[in-house]
């Protein structure tokens, strides 16, 4: 009687689970098969197109260096570093700050918390692109508009990530100042921040990275840097220039990415020993 118990519970939840996979199965290949349609996919085309690609490639080869002989293509790339720098600095302040209020052991009050949590949740949904199309016209084309977009997407990221490092910190030396009568500020200046600082260090060190990359994309839709000058050149038909700064933009993002991960090792093996 009960080997018929368990069997029928078994078939049970056999077809529960093959009804489940059965409609959700169902309801993504609708969807995919509505999207291939919605979207005209067609694999004759893209292959039709792959003698378009090797033309633009013969038109690349080789890249033009001389395109760096100009000071105005050097100051591009300054200045996507300096938009990618700042924002990200800006920004990582930003988010310590909003980061405290965030943090359930640290924050003044509840309402102050989930204010903080709604608030940072919404930054995040809201592209940059959205952003920089906002500011372009409020404060017009150029890197400032880019690094101001950074920097509040910045905020946005690290501040989730830096309320929960703060979280997750040893309550102990909290719970000690807390029963001195010491001050919130001090509460963090001596417990908290001394927890989380290399935490924070390498998270916005990785942030730097994403960053740049962003920098770059914000060049293109009017926020500066070397985006505009590689914007123009495809626009221009000069696709021997276009190579030359694709390439050097790429060196630059590698150089900035391996800067970055040894200065996060570095920082993070700090942490560990201590």
């Known amino acids: 009687m009960s080997e018929r118990r368990t069997n029928y519970g078994g078939d049970l939840r056999y077809k529960r689970w093959y009804k489940t996979c059965f409609f959700s199965g169902s309801l993504f290949i609708l969807i995919l098969g509505w999207s291939v349609a919605h979207l005209k996919i067609s694999p004759g085309l893209f292959l039709e197109g792959i003698p378009h690609f090797f033309n633009l490639v013969t038109e690349m080869l080789p890249p033009n260096w001389g395109v760096f002989s100009r000071g105005k293509i050097l100051w591009s790339i300054l200045e996507t570093l300096s938009m990618a720098f700042a924002g990200t600095s800006l920004g990582a302040i930003g988010a310590l700050f909003f980061g405290l209020l965030g943090a359930g052991n640290i924050s003044p009050s509840k309402v102050i918390r989930e204010a903080t ?49 703060i979280e997750n910190i040893d309550p102990k030396p909290l719970e000690s100042l807390e029963s001195t009568g010491a001050t919130r500020i001090q509460m963090v200046r001596y417990a908290v921040l001394p927890q989380v600082i290399p935490s924070l260090i390498a998270n916005t060190l990785y942030q730097f990275d994403v960053n740049l990359r962003v920098a770059l994309f914000l060049g293109v839709v009017g926020g500066g840097g070397i985006g505009v000058n590689l914007q123009m050149a495809m626009s221009l038909f000069r696709y021997a220039d276009a190579l030359a700064i694709t390439m050097v933009t790429l060196v630059l993002i590698w150089s900035a990415e391996k800067i970055s991960d040894r200065l996060r090792k570095k920082v993070i093996g700090r942490e560990i020993l201590q």
């Open 117 to 165: 949590k709604r608030l940072l949740a919404a930054e995040r949904s809201i592209p940059s692109l959205i952003y920089i199309l906002l500011l372009v016209v409020v404060i017009g084309l150029g890197p400032f508009a880019g690094m101001i977009v950074i920097a509040m997407g910045t905020v946005g990221m690290l501040g989730k990530l830096f309320a929960e490092a």
